[in-house]
């Protein structure tokens, strides 16, 4: 059968998987990446991991149709280059080159979080649709955009840093060098760190307990399991929280009016308590509220899988 092979490359694991042109998986596997090490070494541990698991399934490598890597980073997608990738030291490395070489298949390479929201736009929340945007919750914030069947990359393969705008002038440093970044105020990190602010100032919040009695252990999902018992604190923190998140998500909706708005990350699974809000306060806010028609907010369908499905999907064309 022709399937396609896809790659997760992250700093601590490579992760792989085999699925059909739809992008239903068939069987995934990982490797450490090991690092520190080169860039053909990398390549090395992912052909290994591919040939691994075309073996396992019982498949030929000469019948893939291609394999797709997402990689952290900028990444020149004409030519399979990463062009800068802090973790991995990776400077102007010809990934696709590294891995057609050793693997004789084509290779196709993007963003990491580029490939994701290609999972969702062709397997996931956005399948069907025309146009999609992901926006992804985590220790940051990242995303993806996908218009008409293309992820768009920018002239350097930079687009869609969705966490790094501005919503507070002067406001909290960020890692990117600017200050009041998205990203500072709607990242699962932020939420933590408003959670533990107000812990501090609320020794009766029952995040305390659910915490065991320490704020390091306070994480996304401690928040809303406290708020949906109804602690008045956590429930403040949350509505400060999604408050941050209605302006971010609506500002981009204005910008690109996609049909989908994915929301992506281990906290969508919090599903109305997260998505409605989002969608009421485009519906009262968005600049096209009341004309047309309107973006669709959702929760991500594919969660962890997204990267390999959308990496997997990359030599995929959709018109
Ligand atoms: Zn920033």
Redesign the pocket.
Known sequence: MRYCIGIDLGGTNIAGGLADLDGRLLLTDSVPTGLPCTADAIADRIAMLCRAMVQKAGFALEDAAWVGVGAPGSVDTATGTVLYANNLEFHNTPLAELLTRRLGRPVFVDNDANAAAWGEYCAGAGKGSRSMVMVTLGTGVGGGVVLDGRILTGCNGAAA?L??F?IQQDGLE?????RG????YGSVTALIRQARDAMAAHPESALWQLAGGDAANVNGRVVFDAARSGDATACQVVDTYIGYLCVGVTSIINIFQPEILCIGGGISRQGDLLIQPLRAYNAAHGYSRGTGPQTNVVAARLFGDAGIIGAALLGKTIN
């Open positions: 840093e966490g790094h501005v960020c890692n990117c060098g600017l970044c998205f990203e500072q």
